[in-house]
């Protein structure tokens, strides 16, 4: 399984950006798709997630009714859709995907990973 990653940039405290997540390849091994971020300096840490059947989303406390988390199985794409950024929103944000379907919110125990896209809020 392939990830790529895009729809990053530079955007105002307030302001909105929605990122994709692309995958190829043997995307019927995919259960769970999931977003992480890494600031500068931190850990990388799980912002949302999503069951590749079925319509199951979980979200990190810091983005729950701020971000949306989507996917579209016809395109092969997850999307998260987020809303009302912060400064403190700024990171590098990877899609991730896993075959198992429970949800876990440690990166190691993800299987695949895209190349990260950059998200910067100005405050």
């Known amino acids: 399984v392939q990830l790529q990653a895009s729809g990053g940039g530079l955007v105002q405290a307030g302001g909105s950006l929605r990122l994709s997540c692309a995958a190829s390849g043997r995307t019927y091994d995919i259960n769970l798709v999931a977003w992480f971020r890494q600031a500068p300096g931190e850990e990388r840490e799980f912002v949302a997630a999503?069951?590749?059947?079925?319509?199951?989303?979980y979200y990190a406390d810091s983005v729950k009714g701020r971000f949306t988390i989507s996917r579209d199985n016809a395109e092969n794409a997850a999307y998260l859709q987020m809303n009302s950024l912060k400064p403190e929103d700024t990171a590098v944000y990877y899609c991730?995907?896993?075959?198992?379907?429970?949800?876990?919110?440690?990166?190691?125990?993800?299987?695949?990973w895209g190349q990260g896209t950059l998200v910067t809020v100005s405050s």
């Open positions: 999503v069951t590749w059947i079925g319509d199951n989303t």
């Open positions: 991730a995907a896993r075959r198992g379907s429970h949800l876990v919110l440690v990166a190691a125990a993800y299987d695949y």
